[in-house]
């Protein structure tokens, strides 16, 4: 599994983004899928998961009606579609991937793609 997060840049407080994960090898969608991110001087942590094939996504709380996780099967694409965004949303975006189920905790996947910068300008 080698993943590859894209879809990070600059956008305007209020705009939106949709990152997407994609795996060389085309195994995404037969993963449990995670989006993390870690701002500067932060720990990584949690943003969004999705179960195998998308049947089950989890959006941390204090993320939840902004951000959301979905998976195009056909593409073998996950994505990560933020909405509403904020100046605190900037951070490095990372997906990854491990066997079903899904978690919150960044120690239990094991693949990360090399993650998508997102910066948030007020």
């Known amino acids: 599994v080698q993943l590859q997060a894209s879809g990070g840049g600059s956008v305007q407080a209020w705009g939106s983004l949709k990152l997407s994960c994609q795996d060389s090898g085309r195994t995404l969608s037969s993963h449990a899928v995670g989006w993390f991110r870690q701002a500067s001087g932060k720990e990584r942590e949690f943003v969004a998961a999705?179960?195998?094939?998308?049947?089950?996504?989890y959006v941390a709380d204090s993320l939840k009606g902004r951000f959301a996780a979905s998976i195009d099967i056909a593409k073998d694409m996950v994505y990560l579609q933020m909405n509403s965004l904020k100046p605190e949303d900037t951070a490095i975006y990372y997906c990854a991937a491990k066997s079903s189920p899904p978690s919150a905790t960044p120690s239990s996947y094991d693949f990360w793609g090399q993650g998508t910068q997102v910066t948030v300008s007020s």
């Open positions: 999705i179960s195998p094939r998308g049947g089950v996504t």
